[in-house]
């Protein structure tokens, strides 16, 4: 019965993943560019293998790509009034593997691989470096002739409550599990004392500390950021394996372990507890395989958002700037 299950599991993963959202397709560049993927995969390793931390920083960088405009790279633009240049962007990491990467693909196949796909890509091949799941990536994206910071507020906050990031989600298309499972993503992340600092101290203007956060975590939480500490200094988002790509990530939520204020609101709502606590849960390995399974599906229905194709949008020839 458990090879039955796995053998459904595996068959429906890749009819999801073949069929594409939005004119996309697998195997887009099969015969226009054959050795895109690779290049883009040895690109990632190489980096990775440099900083395993990249692979969380190329993950955030198209997740926020996506979240405006649509999955069409106006993220890697440098213009002065680009999304790049927005508040909620400024700790973005991970342009140079993607230039690296855009680098290579023009001196084989120029004018073929757009810097939208690359980002797609490139984020599939960190979470498999990370010990994550895989998946096929459908492409056929264009890049976008718009970066605008001003349309950066449609991103997500730390600060967000659940309902407002429900609405966010929901004005791309994506619903609770898909919120929960792509939230998920912080298991390989890291962020500054300065964005949580606040839960630590002086929650809600209070003086005190947020009451969620698990007695024993907030005393070393306190020691690792001092109240007038360096607000810079790194964190990891999931404090028991932070280069593994798991369901860890989860059961410090469950536990009162999360680190970002939106991160451990995910327990306290209706709606989202359960998917935490699903993917949290008490059955070694099969709930790990659950999060492995349902997060690709998320990350191909994110990386749908809003695509440009066909005739829309151009392939730039450097992706920092507009043809």
């Known amino acids: ?26 195997g887009f560049y099969s015969s226009s560019c054959p050795k895109a993927e690779d290049i883009i995969r040895s690109t990632v390793e190489a ?23 649509g999955c069409d790279g106006s993220v890697l633009i440098t213009e002065a009034s680009a999304e ?38 490139a984020s599939r091949d960190a979470v498999v470096l990370s010990d994550g799941p895989s ?11 718009v970066s605008l910071s ?52 002086n929650f809600t203007t209070t003086g005190n500390a947020d009451p969620t956060i698990n007695p024993a975590f907030l005393a070393q939480l306190q020691t690792i950021c001092p109240k007038d500490g360096d607000g810079s200094k ?39 507890h359960r998917v935490v606590e699903n993917y949290a849960g008490n059955i070694k390995g099969l709930l790990g395989f659950r999060f492995d399974f349902e997060f690709p599906k998320a990350m191909i229905k994110m990386s749908s958002i809003e695509v440009k194709t066909g005739s829309q949008g151009e392939i730039r020839k450097i992706c920092s700037k507009f043809n």
């Open 234 to 272: 790194r964190v990891a988002l999931d404090k028991d394996s932070q280069f593994k790509f798991d369901a860890s990530f989860f059961k410090n939520v469950r536990d009162g372990k999360g680190i970002l204020e939106s991160d451990q609101r995910l327990w306290g709502e209706g709606a989202t």
């Open 47 to 69: 980096h990775f293998n440099k900083d395993p931390t990249i692979a969380a920083g190329l993950l955030r960088l198209h997740f926020h790509d996506c979240f405006v405009q």
């Open 135 to 145: 998946w096929g990536v459908p492409t056929g994206r264009r890049d976008g002739r």
């Open 84 to 121: 790049r240049n927005a508040l909620p962007n400024l700790g973005l990491r991970g342009f140079e593997v993607i230039d690296d990467a855009k680098t290579q693909l023009e001196a084989v196949c120029p004018n073929v691989v757009s810097c939208a796909d690359i980002l797609a890509l």
């Open 150 to 201: 001003s349309q950066a507020s449609s991103l997500p906050s730390p600060l967000d409550s659940i309902s407002v990031q429900r609405q966010k989600f929901m004005a791309k298309g994506l619903d609770d599990h898909d919120l929960v499972t792509l939230v998920g993503a912080h298991t390989i992340g890291q962020t500054d004392c300065l964005f949580f600092r606040y839960r630590l101290y």
């Open 1 to 26: 019965m458990e090879v039955e299950y796995l053998v459904f599991l595996v068959m429906l993963i890749m009819g999801f993943q073949a069929q594409g959202q939005g004119g996309l397709r697998n």
